[in-house]
């Protein structure tokens, strides 16, 4: 947002700034405008129902009640909230081509995609610490990863996201804001969310160091790929969200064109969530087992065999 506003005390004959106008998709016909829209709706509801249905295997699954399906399940929750938080704004911008926000508003989304992104840098940054104690420390993985303990980090990772976003809006609430009011994409966000994306990402680099230094050298191939194969998963959920995001904030402005700031930035807030669910799980041989196991009870309790 602080790219295309400028910031100023209402100073002089400046006009100060009440709404704003999101231009993201602005150039498209109507008709496409309403396709993409019935798109994004099917893609928002297969998310939601994607995710809650890991939050529900792990919590009736006894085989996925471990710590790496616990945190799993942490960051599906997060992806619900995360994804209702631009998609349902860009839904509104389709379907009916209402494209102003007001400040009011446009520091609530700021506060919550900047909240939520923060915390998923930090689960991001707790599960590659998990995947280095199971790897690296696999004896002792048992002991140091207890569900209290999984539970308190957690907690910990929401709490100080959106207590460090609560300070950062009560700064940005103080401004004044005066022309112009255009904003170039399709929702409202944070440059400072960079800061947290560069400072997870050193975190996350420094774990997988010492996991590939760990499989390197470990004596057996099997043991190798059993540990890569332990890693995919996270990795591609990396490279999709770390990539998307560097290409959003940590590039020059002027070096990445609008259009292609507004396709990442879909890559990020709508695609990645659509896609966790396959990535982290729903291939999974043992979530797999654990699905057929949950309908084949429900098929018993819905009906009955007389």
């Avoid at 907690?155 to 009560?170: E, I, K, P, Q, R």
């Avoid at 929702?187 to 997870?200: K, Y």
């Avoid at 959003?248 to 659509?274: C, D, G, M, R, W």
Wanted: aromatic fraction near 12%; proline fraction near 3%; include cysteine.
């Amino acid at each position: 947002m602080q790219d295309v506003l400028k910031l100023g005390m209402g100073a002089g004959n400046e006009t100060v700034v009440a709404e704003f106008i999101l231009e993201g998709f602005s150039g498209l016909d109507q008709r496409l405008q309403l396709f993409l829209s019935l798109i994004l709706l099917l893609i928002y509801l297969t998310t939601v129902t994607g995710n809650t249905t890991i939050i529900f295997l792990v919590c009736v699954a006894h085989c996925l009640q471990t710590p790496m399906y616990f945190f799993i399940s942490s960051l599906a929750f997060l992806e619900i909230w995360f994804t209702s938080s631009t998609t349902i704004t860009l839904l509104v911008i389709l379907s009916s081509g209402r494209r102003t926000i007001s400040l009011s508003s446009c520091f609530a989304q700021c506060y919550f995609y900047f909240s939520l992104g923060c915390t998923e840098f930090a689960l991001l940054v707790v599960m590659s610490f998990d995947r280095y104690i199971a790897i690296c420390q696999p004896l002792h993985y048992a002991a140091i990863m207890k569900q209290q303990l999984c539970t308190h980090v957690v907690v910990a990772t929401w709490v100080t996201s959106f207590t460090l976003s609560s300070y950062h809006l009560v700064l940005l609430s103080k401004l004044t804001f005066c022309g112009p009011n255009k904003i170039y994409h399709f929702f409202s966000d944070s440059i400072l969310i960079s800061f947290a994306l560069l400072g997870s990402l050193c975190l996350i680099l420094v774990s997988y160091m010492c996991i590939f230094h760990c499989i390197l050298h470990m004596p057996s191939a099997s043991g190798r790929k059993k540990a890569f194969a332990t890693c995919s998963s996270h990795l591609t959920a990396l490279a999709i969200i770390y990539g998307s995001c560097i290409v959003l904030y940590a590039q020059p402005s002027e070096k990445v064109s609008l259009e292609t700031n507004t396709i990442v930035a879909l890559l990020n807030t709508v695609l990645y969530p659509f896609l966790n669910p396959f990535i982290y799980s729903l291939r999974n041989k043992t979530v797999k087992l654990a699905l057929e196991e949950a309908l084949g009870r429900a098929n018993v309790w819905l009906f009955p065999q007389s």
